[in-house]
């Protein structure tokens, strides 16, 4: 079973909809949760950490599940700018290495 | 605030010559991570410094991959001799001491050997 696994999609949505990603995660000891967007050909940028209690930004909410060991991120109302690869970080238990996922590939069209 | 700055962009070698990738943390940042994505797979860790000091070097493939950040600033990745498989985007990040914290990520090195 791979460290961190994700759906890779892609999802195909259009403008305006809500869509959900999952990311389960083997290590029982992970303390840290992220996610991360990349845009093609270029470098994973922070899009929110993922706290105990659940946390949201704007159209984002992330969720943290303990006892079920996954994460989910919300995206709500969809824009084009949306499109792009949704990764999901892990830090490994009792460190700050982080594992990541193969990503989840999202495209918002018209 | 300058971000995290990776240098080459882009490097094609041929099978069996050196390549060396620099990487210019954040000023400040004493986490230093070295990542590498080969196409159609997920981004794997290679090291981790904490200043000069090498934290976790688990995930470096072989002998032929040498890091080294001299000083606690920037970072070199030195591929001797290249071997088709080590094509990817080889990409650096870097977090402030503590955390944990979100990485800030270089926009990566895309090695390809022939």
């Known amino acids: 079973r791979k460290e961190v696994e994700q759906d890779p999609g892609p999802f195909n949505v259009p403008e305006g909809a809500t869509v959900a990603f999952n990311c389960t995660y083997s290590?029982?000891?992970?303390?840290?949760f992220f996610w991360y967007r990349q845009d093609c050909r270029k470098e994973p940028k922070l899009l929110m950490s993922v706290y105990s209690s659940g946390n949201e930004d704007g159209r984002f909410t992330a969720q943290l599940n303990r006892a079920s060991q996954y994460i989910s991120l919300l995206i709500r109302d969809s824009k084009l700018s949306d499109s792009a690869t949704y990764l999901c970080?892990?830090?490994?238990?009792?460190?700050?290495?982080?594992?990541f996922g193969r990503g989840t590939s999202l495209i918002v069209h018209p | 605030e300058a971000g995290v700055t990776q240098f080459p962009s882009h490097s094609v070698i041929e099978k069996g010559q050196t390549v060396t990738l620099r990487c210019d943390p954040i000023s400040g940042h004493d986490n230093l991570y070295w990542y590498r994505r080969v196409m159609g797979k997920e981004i794997k860790f290679l090291l981790h410094f904490v200043k000069e000091s090498k934290q976790d070097e688990s995930g470096m493939p072989n002998n032929r991959f040498l890091a080294e950040r001299t000083g606690g600033t920037y970072s070199t990745l030195k591929v001797q001799p290249a071997e088709l498989e080590d094509s990817g985007v080889y990409f650096c990040?870097?977090?402030?001491?503590?955390?944990?914290?979100?990485?800030?990520f270089g926009s990566g090195t895309r090695l390809t050997v022939v």
């Open positions: 970080v892990v830090n490994k238990g009792g460190s700050y290495i982080p594992t």
């Open positions: 290590n029982s000891a992970s303390q840290s």
């Open positions: 990040a870097s977090s402030p001491v503590g955390g944990p914290y979100g990485y800030t």
